[in-house]
């Protein structure tokens, strides 16, 4: 009897994908499990048996896409597989205090660390920590309180997709609206999942 797929989107190789993520989840504390991840998720976007849901690769014409592939009944993670038209990105973001690991599956996204200097309420003070361009085959990781960034393809013309994989499902976080001179506006953001199609 062929076992049951599991929930989420469906794609080929997904089964070894996913006993992949579970077996580095088992690593042990955030730091080791997040590690593990990193090279694991470098592996499966090289490994020419798992292909993403054809989906993935079609942008949405107003923001960035966040597709849901699955979700871990007994793990707890969440892995989203978002898809980056020319020009998409985000705002400075947080990440809701979970841990997440971030691979690029296809094309290329900037990405610009922030660090926290000082809060006032809902306006906080941040100074940009590094940026880096992340191409194919690569994989950083997240780990509160070092979870301040943004994202963005800098493509007038490439579609960008990347894999992450939350500690547990996001479905909201902090985004931070400019105010001037390093300081920003704290606002809470739904981050809805979009449809496979």
Not at 26 to 35: I, K
Not at 52 to 74: F, G, K, M, Q
Not at 88 to 98: K, R, Y
Not at 117 to 140: C, H, K, N
Request: charged fraction near 20%.
């Amino acid at each position: 009897m062929t076992p049951a797929a599991p929930p989420g989107l469906p794609f080929e190789g997904q089964q070894r994908f996913l006993a992949a993520i579970d077996a580095a989840v088992a690593a042990g504390d955030e730091h080791a499990v997040t590690a593990q991840l990193r090279s694991t998720l470098c592996a499966l976007i090289r490994d020419p048996a798992i292909r993403l849901p054809d989906c993935v690769h079609a942008p949405i014409a107003d923001h960035y896409a966040r597709r849901e592939l699955y979700r871990s009944p007994e793990h707890g993670y969440s892995v989203v597989a978002m898809t980056w038209g020319p020009g998409q990105g985000t705002p400075v973001h947080d990440h809701c205090g979970l841990w997440c690991v971030e691979g690029v599956w296809h094309g290329a996204l900037e990405i610009t660390q922030f660090e926290l200097l000082e809060s006032d309420g809902d306006r906080v003070r941040f100074r940009a920590a590094g940026g880096m361009q992340a191409g194919p085959g690569s994989a950083g990781s997240l780990i509160p309180p070092h979870e301040y960034h943004s994202i963005a393809n800098a493509s007038d013309t490439a579609v960008a997709v990347s894999v992450h994989i939350y500690q547990a499902p996001i479905e909201h976080c902090c985004k931070f609206e400019p105010m001037g001179d390093d300081w920003y506006r704290r606002v809470d953001a739904r981050l809805p999942i979009d449809t496979g199609a």
